[in-house]
């Protein structure tokens, strides 16, 4: 079987920085090629805003994006060189 059974979003810029995009990929995965929600998996910086939203039940069905798990890089060992490398850490961190 060579049908495709997971799925990483990340590289080639930040995903949740194009959140919308990003969502309707997801849906589409999920519902159209029958990846299921817990095999797709959205790696972050850590735009927290959007981690919010991702996460958050809406009254609109439509607007609810299926249960994926999620991936923080945390590309350096302190808070201190993550900042001077990671803008989005000053931001949301740190």
């Known amino acids: 079987d060579d049908r495709l059974t997971n799925v990483v979003m990340?590289?080639?810029g930040e995903p949740l920085a194009n959140y919308r995009n990003v969502m309707s990929a997801i849906k589409r995965m999920n519902s159209d090629l029958g990846i299921g929600a817990r095999k797709?998996?959205?790696?972050?910086v850590g735009v927290v805003p959007n981690i919010r939203k991702l996460y958050q039940k809406h009254e609109n069905e439509e607007d609810n994006v299926p249960q994926v798990r999620l991936a923080?890089?945390?590309?350096c060992a302190t808070d201190e060189e993550r900042t001077a490398l990671l803008p989005a850490n000053r931001r949301y961190g740190g």
């Open 72 to 75: 923080v890089s945390l590309h």
């Open 40 to 44: 797709i998996t959205v790696s972050t």
């Open 10 to 12: 990340m590289g080639m």
